[in-house]
């Protein structure tokens, strides 16, 4: 399913479970529909580039005037015969970065939804319609055609590029609360080498240190008459140790709270995932990027030739190991027993 940002939706490019395609296929789906089938029911790089072709028919881009068009990074999609193709129509392909498609896919995020309430509602109808009888591949397309104009409304394509920033475009769509969830798989950036390590105690929470206020009393062993000690020479004492007293409780208290108010991370840190455990096997990690540009296409290539020429060497023949082969000779094997000594046990 492709739409514009304009609010129109093309005609749908249907995958069918089956060994060959045929024309039938299509009967009751929507009109001007087309479609391919496979084993898999799913989309290869074989079917994406009829897939372009089946684009390029309506949209009629050109190198003057070019087309963005906007898609995840599945294998299918990176075949270097229908990059090259996209490029000589000015067709821009950009892909999106991984695991972002429920965020920045258009479809993702307005039509799907509704779409699948809308076929759920219509195959709820076919079976009470046609009690008793099971539904096949071929009333599929009657239920889609009947869904789509539900759900591929001007208003729900228009708001599905707009809440993702495609277009109009906006960079701050998206606000800073919405990527705290990646923070529990955040990894620090590489320090170069040349830097010195970090010092653990560093991490550590540090409180501003508070030194009680010191008093200097003269002692002397010599006796004091109390009528020398005067009571107002003892006020002022008092006065002076309350007012050191308040000064300092107060301008600890807004200390602590200046600190703790910065440092809360520090004393219960976020939840962390484990490091995961680096492996070579699965796919390549892909990124955002315009796979039409030449640099991404002369990599592609590369990556697609080397696994190529890997699954062929995988797919050679083994030698045979002589230890385990058993000899031709029966003499030479002990396993099997020579003539002459079954002529002596008889």
Known sequence: ???????????????????????????DGPPGSAGAANSSGWMNAEHFNQFLNFFQQHVRASVDAPVLLVLDNHESHLSITGLDFCKENGIIVLSLPPHCSYKLQPLDRTVYGPLKKAINSQCDSWMTANPGKTMTIYDILGIIRKSLPRAATYENIVSGFECTGISPFNKDIFQDVEFLPSSVTDRDNPVPSSSSAVNKND????????????????????????????HKDQENIAAIMNTERRNRSTSTETTYSKELSLTLETIQPFPKAAPKQQTRKGRKRRKSAILTNSPEMTELAREQVEAKQKKERTALPKKKNSKNTAPENPAENPTVPKKEDVLKKM
């Open 1 to 27: 399913m492709a739409v514009s940002a304009e609010g129109r939706s093309l005609p749908q490019f249907f995958i069918f479970l089956r060994k060959r395609f045929k024309d039938y296929f299509l009967r």
């Open 203 to 230: 991490e550590t929470l540090h409180l501003p240190s508070t030194s009680a206020a010191s008093v200097t009393l003269e002692i002397t062993n010599e006796p004091i008459a109390s009528s020398s000690f005067r």
